[in-house]
């Protein structure tokens, strides 16, 4: 058959279409019985319509696809195909049900090698996404097991034939169109010689299932993020810089953002209020204001209902240490903090700073997110610890003084974005503040990074803002193909790494310290 013969339409199958359907399932069938009577196909179609898929070339039906749906708990279980069967033949269909089961895919034999059952199956995935429901399982013959059962064992050749050592054109499909096998199936289909009685349970595992909630209580998967490049400049007072900060708080929130970011260390203009010739005792000035920023701060989240990735600020402790910390204000008024971990030679040699010693994701209501602040996300295994608690957005809030020093943020950056399948939010500071001591000159231009793949932008970067410019840069980010693309991606990074070789470990630090790692 020429290919430029063929006039391909993919379609639900009707009631009108059973003599053309019984042709096919007698052909492919002609070793299990043949075609199902016309009362269970019309039954089928009657319950579950959007199930009954066909290929049809003009007026031949090639290829169909038959499904029901089913309780999930009851069918990812052992069970048998008569557990489909009802009285006279009748396919029961679980109108309440949470997973599509696969019942039959047959292809014309004269159609076979144009991918008919590729087509068949992605209609069936997309039905599953569409209806929301867990997954699409299915009893799957083994037809070609007869020929080596006299050696191998069921759980044997399924093993060889994962391996493509064995050829099976069931088994070999499913396996091809990410179908997974979850258990072996005795009995299943005691009258099928060919398979010796046995099928293999697959699943394929919808990862864009969502538990019925209320709307209230589902999570987001459209975020919209707002970034603020902040200039750097003498102030007057506090008051002055909350002020700008909530100034662009506001504009922020009128478009409907879910986050706000600040950079780095943004209030650090305030140490032009103190005598800078002990920069040491000008920092811990700073720091001074900090629990007011974080208080002005929150209200700001609560009033203006949005998410505030509050830059950095120095934070002092009881025993007169510095840390250099970033606050999540919540709009629900709830403060999560992460200190930076890795403290630059500057900041340790003027300002003695200390490092922190606590990572995590913290959970919002449009995503799970990770700060690592400037230095931190040039040490890659900081990002990789947050991916493996299914981290969404990680947001990197970063001072940089030259452009060498900006690209090492911006690289990094990028490339983590990369390799843990997530979003990075870096925002900076630009301007020139001479009069200030370590604020003489900034370099930054913020953006927002992808993964590297064909639902992103074709450079892996979703929005950026022109360099050393103050501005506001805005970008939606759709946590959906995040999930995707970490289980269907042309690359899958956190799938396929080789945990038999190596893993990556949190050290508790309580027996260094002698005090609990949660408290500084």
Known sequence: MSIEDLHLNLRNLEVEDYAKLKVLMDVVYNDIGGAWEKHTIDRLIAEFPDGQIVIEDEERIVGVALTVLVDYETFSNPHKYDDLIGNREIILNNAKGDALYGLDVLIDPAYRGYRLG????EARKDLCRSMNLRAILAGGRIPNYFEHAAVLSPTQYIDQVSRKEIYDPILSFQLANDFLVKRLLKKYLPEDERSQGYATLLEWNNILYEPVARVLESRKTQVRVGAVQWQMREFASVEQVLQQVEFYVDAIA???SDFAVFPELFNTPLMGLTDQSDQIKAIHFLAGFTER????????????????????????????????????????????????????PQERRDWVVEGGDELRVFETDAGRVGILICYDVEFPELPRLLAEQEMDILFVPFWTDTKNSYLRVRHCSQARAIENE?????????????????????????????PSDFAFPHDAVMSETTPNTEMVMFSDLDLTRLRVVRS???????????????DLRWRDWS????SNPDSY
Request: hydrophobic share 35%; aromatic share 10%; proline share 1%.
């Open 118 to 121: 590729r087509r068949l199956y």
């Open 254 to 256: 009128d478009y409907q």
């Open 293 to 344: 920023f974080k208080t002005e701060i929150s209200r700001m989240a609560i009033s203006y209902n949005i998410n505030i990735i509050a830059g950095s600020m120095m934070e002092e402790d009881s025993e007169g240490k510095l840390y250099n910390v970033s606050y999540l204000c919540h709009r629900d008024g709830n403060i999560e903090r992460q200190a930076k971990l890795h403290i630059t």
């Open 422 to 450: 997530c979003y990075v939010v870096a925002c900076g500071s630009v301007g020139n503040v001479p009069s200030i001591e370590n604020l003489d000159i900034q370099y930054a231009q913020s953006s927002v990074f992808s």
């Open 488 to 502: 269907e991606g042309s690359v899958t990074n956190l799938k396929d790494r080789r945990k038999d070789l190596f």
């Open 511 to 514: 027996w260094k310290s002698g």
